[in-house]
């Protein structure tokens, strides 16, 4: 019933206005209008078309806002910091109690002639705990007083790669090389540079220098001030960007480099036992392989010569992801 129908009701019964038949017939067409235009909620409700997805999103977005207590995400918050806590606890008191012991048996070992036990040691915990260049350099001087010079310079390379700018390793590398009959190798003077760093450090340099000069194109829209500032700051971080990329390409052979690890190899014509033999490789001779061939590999010699060995004869400085740990 609207304002007017009161209206009209209250002055009837106040007496300033007569009930007349005409006046019950107009109260009745009023009354018959507000139903047609205002249906029963009931009836408007099953009439009326479903609500699009935006408002349906919108209502169940506000449902969760006002429903979901925050008692619940905060504990699931607490319980995975505290099991994190405790997954890093119990993996660093696990290295403790395994590692450590292990390193000081292999070291006295050492210390005790017993070159073969401690390299055995040595290799375990690189199985155990990955590689490191202190455990790689321990392990290449057990080898190297053991007569392994073949292993012995494979691990040393491996222990440049993780800490380039050793003196001890590099000292080391050199001595068994020259007592293995090997001639250093003679580098270029960029790659020498590229080796300064390691690759994984190339590799944070690049992506810092990538994300850097992402950063700063939107910066120079939002703050035009800026915009001598950040231009020298993609300038710099463009050129990052190039030397780290020409480091790595300067250090893509390393991929690809092995070592032989047997007193000898002979490298053949093709990949056969009996195929006719082209030039022999020493112990700890570096090569860069090919590709290989069933059982056999085809390497390239500091000369650049070509031949086919056998593939137990030589190892991987940087061994394959799905054999062993990476080393970077």
């Known amino acids: 019933m609207n304002s007017i129908t009161r209206l009209i009701l209250r002055h009837v019964v106040s007496g300033k206005v007569q009930l007349t038949p005409q006046l019950i017939q107009e109260l009745k067409k009023i009354e018959q209008d507000q139903l047609e235009v205002a249906p029963p909620k009931a009836l408007a409700n099953e009439s009326s078309p479903t609500p699009d997805r935006s408002s349906q999103e919108k209502v169940a977005n506000d449902n969760r806002l006002t429903l979901v207590s925050p008692l619940a995400g905060r504990w699931i918050r607490r319980m995975g910091c505290a099991m994190g806590i405790a997954f890093l606890l119990t993996a660093s008191l696990a290295q403790a109690a395994g590692g450590p012991a292990t390193f000081e048996i292999a070291n006295n070992d050492f210390a005790q002639g017993k070159y073969i036990p401690a390299a055995k040691g040595y290799e375990s915990i690189i199985a155990q705990?990955?590689?490191s260049a202190n455990v790689l350099f321990n392990l290449a001087n057990a080898q190297q007083r053991a007569g392994q010079l073949g292993p012995a310079i494979l691990n040393y390379e491996r222990a440049a790669l993780l800490n380039p700018n050793d003196r001890d390793i590099t000292a080391n590398l050199n001595y068994v090389r020259k007592q293995a009959g090997i001639e250093p190798e003679r580098q270029s003077p960029l790659p020498k540079v590229a080796r300064m760093l390691t690759l994984n450090a190339w590799f944070n340099l690049a992506a810092t220098a990538l994300f850097?000069?992402?950063v700063a194109l939107p910066l120079k829209l939002l703050r035009p001030q800026a915009r001598k500032a950040l231009n020298f700051g993609c300038a710099m971080a463009a050129l990052a960007l190039a030397i780290a990329v020409g480091a790595f390409g300067l250090r893509s052979p390393d991929l690809r480099r092995a070592v032989v690890t047997?007193?000898?190899?002979?490298?053949g014509v093709s990949p056969v036992t009996m195929a006719q033999p082209i030039f022999k490789l020493r112990a700890?001779?570096?090569v860069t392989l090919e590709k290989t061939h069933g059982t056999f590999a085809l390497v390239r010699n500091c000369a650049g010569q070509e031949g086919w060995v056998k593939s137990d004869e030589i190892t991987r400085v940087i061994p394959a992801?799905?054999?062993?740990?990476g080393i970077s």
Request: a negative charge; aromatic letters at 10%.
């Open 212 to 214: 850097l000069f992402a």
């Open 262 to 267: 047997v007193p000898e190899a002979v490298a």
């Open 129 to 131: 705990n990955g590689y």
């Open 284 to 286: 700890g001779e570096g």
């Open 321 to 325: 992801a799905e054999t062993k740990p």
